[in-house]
């Protein structure tokens, strides 16, 4: 009998194997081949366009890239292989470098940067109108969600990750539900299926899912798809240099909206200059001072894994502090940041592969070092 399962069992799981690899949805064949995430995994999917329009050219500061990089400041950017370092202060272009082939042009995955963009645009559909309010029952929205007949998650608990929803976060286990929101062709039927485990607006947790639905409400609420809302909303109005792209679940699909907006180090800077300018951008008034007030607020009613008031995060937005100073950023998981640090009046854009695994409250260890070098080298 041993010798027969000895014999069978490496055939038994090369089926199984043979299975998941040749079945019709391909997140499994994907994360086996690709392995783990990269900056340029757009060329992997299909993209929809994110049109920008009139470029408005950044002033360059007087002092423009005259500061020379000392052999620690190079050891900082080549230590988590930043592929792009760029400072905006005073509303002015002061500093930029770039490694390798890359250049102000070179499109990298934003990763969860991408949620902050969907805060802003969840903002902007209140402004308008076409949202209520973040206090709104999801359920109004979308009635065919509805987890263990939960209707009282709100739009705010998908904005603060307190939703409550059962969600495995694993980027690395080529078997968990991220995964295959990442790899897989039909990201709405898997992200309307998740399940509710807890109460919401109690605790915080980080989770894929949150920012997805966020996004086919506002793809139902705005009938466009979200490429095109973020193009009219913000891209164009922002005056951004180039088209970004925003990878889909298949041709014709929806936006892997938790992530994947793809732009330039350049163009990510204005997002940063739009937090600074309180929602203004020119004359124009792109989101309320009101919204934008909430959503750089910490939910500090809402408690940690430790069980600590959340200090750290408002609606999709991190919220840090260095110096005595408050920053506001976005971040993605390969150490993309975008930075806005008001008692500078800067912003500080980091793009590359990598980024620090410590924590100091929440908060990758390495931002700190990107914002102590951005404020040596303005001084």
Not at 358 to 372: A, G, K, L, Q
């Amino acid at each position: 009998m041993k010798k027969i399962v000895r014999i069978y069992t490496p055939i038994f799981l090369l089926l199984i194997f043979l299975w998941l690899v040749f079945q019709p949805n391909p997140f499994f064949r994907n994360a086996i081949i690709y392995t783990t995430a990269d900056i340029d995994d757009y060329k992997l999917f299909e993209n929809r366009v994110v049109k920008a329009g009139q470029h408005q050219p950044w002033k360059i500061a007087e002092g423009f890239n005259q500061y020379n990089l000392r052999p620690d400041d190079i050891t900082l950017l080549k230590k988590f292989q930043t592929t792009a370092y760029l400072i905006v202060k005073d509303t002015a272009l002061l500093f930029e470098f770039y490694d390798g082939q890359f250049t102000d042009s070179t499109l990298s995955n934003s990763f969860s940067m991408a949620k902050s963009i969907v805060s802003l645009l969840i903002g902007i559909a209140i402004d308008e109108g076409k949202i209520n309010s973040v206090n709104d029952p999801i359920h109004d929205y979308l009635p065919e969600f509805n987890p263990k007949n939960n209707n009282s998650i709100t739009i705010s608990h998908l904005l603060t990750m307190s939703s409550g929803l059962k969600w495995n976060e694993s980027y690395y286990n080529p078997f968990s539900v991220t995964t295959k929101a990442y790899y897989g062709n039909n990201l709405k039927k898997l992200v309307l299926k998740t399940k509710s485990k807890e109460k919401p607006g109690v605790k915080f947790e980080y989770l894929t899912a949150n920012t997805q639905l966020l996004a086919i409400i506002l793809e139902k609420v705005t009938q466009k798809t979200l490429s095109e809302y973020a193009s009219e909303k913000l891209w164009q109005p922002l005056g951004a240099k180039y088209d970004a792209l925003w990878s889909l679940d298949q041709k014709n699909g929806i936006e892997k909206a938790y992530c994947c907006f793809n732009s330039n180090a350049r163009d990510f800077a204005r997002i940063g200059q739009l937090i600074l300018n309180n929602g203004k951008w020119g004359n124009q008034q792109i989101i309320s001072p009101d919204y934008l007030a909430k959503a750089l607020t910490p939910a500090s009613y809402l408690i940690d894994d430790d069980e600590k008031p959340v200090d750290f995060y408002g609606f999709q937005w991190w919220i840090g502090q260095h110096n005595d100073s408050i920053f506001y950023y976005a971040r993605g998981i390969l150490g993309q940041y975008i930075i806005a640090i008001p008692s500078e009046n800067m912003v500080v854009v980091r793009l590359g592969h990598q980024r620090s695994r410590n924590r100091v409250n929440h908060h990758p260890e390495d931002i700190f070092d990107y914002i102590d070098l951005a404020i040596k080298i303005s001084n």
